[in-house]
C-alpha cells in the first residue's frame, strides 16, 4: 500500500496481472439496472427510470447477494456496482449494506442527483473503497442539454457536496461531447474545490445493445480528442509516446485487457458477458453456478481470440483501441475493422511518430 | 498486540492482500499488500502477540537473523498500528 497515487495504481497493475495469469475472476462490474434518471444523448446504456419490462427483468438484492457469494468463492475481490443509475433501486441498500461487510474493494458509480441527505448518511455508514461521481457540465445549460434535466447539475453538485461532508472517498468523471467539451476545465475546477480527483474520457461508443445512438454524432473529432490524450499525458508527468500501446506480436492475441480473463461483467438480470460492451456470452450464475459461467466467459474469449486478417496487418495497429468488443458495437462481428477507430489509429500514429 | 477485525485478508492472483471494512475503508482509503512476512505476521496475530515472541516465530519461519527479524517485526507492526490493524 501507498499513498502515493501512482505507487498505488502499481500495485493495482501488478494484481491485475497476478490475476490474469491465473484466470481468477478477481474483477467484477454489476449493472444493477440499465435504468436511468437521466438521459444522456451519448449513453451506451439507458432505459426510462419506469421502464416497466426492465425493471420485473432485474434480479432482487436477496438474488445479487447469492451471485455475490458465489463470486467471491469465486475469486472476486473487486466489485463495480453501476448502471444505469444504481440508486434508482428502491432496494438498494438492501444489497449494498451487505456488500460492504464482504471484504470486497467496493465502487460506486452514480450520477449523484439522486443522493439526498439520507441517501449520503447511509452511504457513510456503509462506506465503499470509492464512488465515481459522473459530472455532465459546469453549467446547468450544458448539464441539461447532455443530460435532459435541468435542475440536474444542481442536484449533482448537491449530492457531491453531502458525501463529500460524510469524507467519502470520491473521484469526479467526466464523459466529453461537443456539447460540454468546452466546460473541461470548468469542470476540473469544480473537482478541484470539491478536493477530488478528476477523470475524463472522449471516445464514445455506441449502444451495446446496438440500437440506434447519438454516441457518434456528439463524438469529439480524432484532433480534439487526441489533443485530449496528449494533454492529459502531460498533466500525468508521462512522455507523449505513453499513450501508445506496446505494439503486438505478429500473432497477437484480440482481447488486449483483463476483460473475460481476469474481469467479468452481470447485467441487471444476472447474466454474464466479458464487459460492458461486449454482451457474450450471457451464463447465467443463478442457474448454472458462478464457476460454470466464469468458465463459458473465459472459454468464449479464448475461442474468439484471434485478430481479423485485416486487423493483423495493419501497420499502426500498436495505436489502435479497437477489441472485439467495438467491433461487435459498430459492426456486428468480432473482427471487422471499425472505420472510425481506424482513422483514429492512422492520426494518432502520425501524431506520435511525428513526435507531436 | 492483536489484529483487528476490520481487514479481510484476500488473495488475488497468489498475492495477499488486506482489504478494510467499515469505517477503515474511508481511514485507510485503499489496501495493504502483504509479501510473505507480512502475511505470516498477519497470520500470528490472530491472537494476541508480543514483539519478541513475533520475532521468535519469525526466525522459526524463515531464515533470518534474530536483529533482523525483530527490526522486521517493529516495522511492520508500527506501520499496523497507524493505520489501525492491530489494538494493544
Redesign the interface.
Known sequence: ???EPGA?RG?LD??A??????G?P?NGTIELTARCNLACRMCYVRLPANDAAARAAELSAAQWLEVVAQAQAG?M?FLLITGGEPLLRPDFFELWAPL??????LTLYTNATLVTESVAERLAAA???RIGVTLYGATAATYEAVTGQPDGLERCLAGIERLMRR???LVVRSTLSTYNVDELEAMRAIAADFGVPFQSSWYLTGRADRQPSEAAACRLSDSCGLDLEAEDRERRGLPAAEGRRTPPPANAEAFYCAAGQ?SFVLDPSGAMHVCLDLRQPGARPLEVGFEAAWAATRAFVAAHNELGAECAACDVRAWCGRCPASSMIETGTLTEPVPALCELAKLRAARETAGV | MQRVDEF????????A?L?P???K??D??????LNATGLFLWEQLAQPREVGELADLLCGEFEVEPAVARNDVLAFTQRLREIGAVIE
Open positions: 500500500m501507498s499513498p498505488y500495485v501488478r494484481l496481472r497476478a490475476a490474469q495469469a491465473k481468477q478477481y475469486g475481490v460492504t461487510r464482504r471484504g470486497l474493494m462506506p465503499p473503497s469524507g467519502l472517498p481476469a | 479481510i485478508l484476500q488473495d488475488v492472483g497468489g498475492e492482500i482489504v471494512i467499515g469505517q475503508v474511508v485507510l482509503n485503499g489496501l495493504i499488500a
